[in-house]
C-alpha cells in the first residue's frame, strides 16, 4: 500500500493542525495504520495508532490528551488532529502501516509502508 501524508504546517504554540493520510489501496481497512514523528538530531518515535476497524487506539504518553487519531476506511484515509500544540512536536510526522495483527506496534520496524512525511513546526 502506498501512503501520502499531508497537512503539516507553522503554527504557534497552543494552537492546532490535523494531518491525513491517503492510502492507494482499497484494502486499507487490512492495515494498523500509526504516526510517527522525527525531529532533527532524534530518533523516529511513535506517536499513535489505530486499529484495522478504528475500534481501539493508542498513543504516546507525550501526546496523549492532545492528539487523537482516527480513520475512515471508506476513504482510505486516516487522520491525526493535534491540539495544544507545543514547541516540542516540532518534527516532521510519518503515517505507516502494518498488517500484523497484535496491537499495538510502537516500533518502526514493524511498519514496513510509509508515507513521505509532513514537516510541523510548532513556535514559542
Known amino acids: 500500500v502506498q501512503l501520502q501524508a499531508s497537512g503539516g504546517g507553522l503554527v504557534q504554540a497552543g494552537g492546532s493542525l490535523r494531518l491525513s493520510c491517503a492510502a492507494s489501496q482499497r484494502s486499507f481497512i487490512n492495515y494498523v495504520v500509526a504516526w510517527f514523528r522525527q525531529a532533527p538530531g532524534k530518533e523516529r518515535e511513535f506517536v499513535a495508532a489505530i486499529r484495522r476497524g478504528g475500534s481501539a487506539t493508542y498513543y504516546s504518553p507525550s501526546v496523549k490528551g492532545r492528539f487523537t487519531i482516527s480513520r475512515r476506511n471508506a476513504e482510505n484515509a486516516a487522520y491525526l488532529q493535534m491540539n495544544t500544540l507545543e514547541p516540542e512536536d516540532t518534527a516532521i510526522y510519518y503515517c505507516?502501516?502494518?498488517?500484523?495483527?497484535?496491537?499495538?506496534?510502537?516500533?518502526?520496524?514493524?511498519?514496513?509502508?510509509w508515507g513521505q512525511g509532513t514537516q510541523v513546526t510548532v513556535s514559542s
Open positions: 505507516a502501516a502494518t498488517s500484523v495483527v497484535n496491537f499495538p506496534q510502537t516500533q518502526p520496524p514493524a511498519y514496513p509502508y
